[in-house]
């Protein structure tokens, strides 16, 4: 007879125990015996008892970054992985430093072979110690684990975070979703690292003070598959996650309350203002990178630089009040190709809805306003290659004070549409867009939400004809 090792009886009464009903934690520290000299070196070793987690990740949006989505009535693969924003762009050709937050190890080009299980990186979501850091042009790949000395200085302990591992925390979600565009909150505006610790002030939900909830009670999960996406790279929003979830169509004690509610976000009345804490980014023109002088290089607008000579110049915000659009749960998208007008703002996602649209509801917004790069000639925007190792001849962000801008634009602009498989004419300008970001975080405490006048009235905050009313319907 086979002998059966103590570390595998230890892995079968640890599954009996999460199947009979047991949810906290097992302690992993005689699990692992390391060392361990990378990061799919550890996800063999996690393999070996959770022997179908690499395929239930593998299953899920967070390691393909693409679904199929109808997307004005075609259907489409779309994800982040192919999709246009008005921040950093795109992925294409930029893979290294835009996979820094993959659940995955290596992603550096096109090449990445996604059914490779041990490329799966269980340590990013299951960290408890704090001390797992991806790399941020690392492709994924843990500090001390990318083969680049700048990266490697100093080396993650795989082996202490791998005998420490537990069922996933709000800083473990938010050490990707609170970073997205570049900074904390830069992105979101109700998404930054003020979620880790936060009081009810800034999130009756997740404060610490309140109710304390995980990301989990909302976004729940299932096989390794969470809930949720975000309006840019799903607007199907097939995943969807709702208030009503836990909150039924009439939670209001006054009538006049739930008759709102038919037509009135949760949202909308209960987040009065997102970026509470700390600013968010509300505009980006890429246009006017690499013109840099002594002063712009030295503004500062809430707790953030306003200019970037790679990057160009930016506006933030603190407690922002929110736009308002009617949204009936889906949104059309720009994709890669789409022709465009240079001379209108061009929309790269959009809510869907309106007033005579029976499953819509006015629902609360943060409108990032940009303007990017595109091709003059075909009339579509660019992706173009911003990052590059250095030495990247390629790459705007290595060369834009090396040559001409213009000149640095067009080869970066070259690189990029290459790894799009779309043509570039060689011709490039700039052309304004604007992104919708929903707002479902830093919810108010109840007496703490908008009352009547903040809607209506003559300095009530909703634009009734922009919405297509007359006027304010109070005022009928």
Known sequence: MKKVSQKLIFCFMTLVLIGAGSVSAEDHSDFFEGPFNSGPEVTKACLECHEDAATQVMGTTHWTWESEQIIDGKKV????????NNFCVSVPSNEPRCTSCHVGYGWKDANFDF?????VDCLVCHDTTGTYVKSAAGAGNPAGYTGNAKFDKNPVDLLKVAQNVGVPERDDCLVCHAYGGGGNNVKHGDIGRALIEPTKDVDFHMGTDSLDFSCQECHTTE???IAGGSLIVSPNNTSKVTCEQCHDNSPHNESILNQHSAKVACQTCHIPFYAK?????????WSQSAQRTKENMEEIEHGHKVFIAKKGRFTYEQNVVPEYRWYNGTADAYNFGDKMDPNV???LNEPLGDINDVNAKIMPFKVHRGKQVYDTTNNYFITPKVWGPKGDKEAYWNNFLKKDPQEAWKVASAAGMKATGLDFSGNIGFAPTETYWSINHMVASADKALECLDCHGDSGRLNWTEL????DPLGK
């Open 77 to 84: 693969l779309r994800g982040k992985k192919n999709v246009m």
């Open 115 to 119: 059914s490779d299980q041990s490329r």
């Open 223 to 225: 096989e390794h598959n």
């Open 277 to 285: 804490v700390d600013g968010t980014k509300m505009t980006w023109d």
């Open 345 to 347: 703002v061009t929309a």
């Open 468 to 471: 297509g009313y007359k006027g």
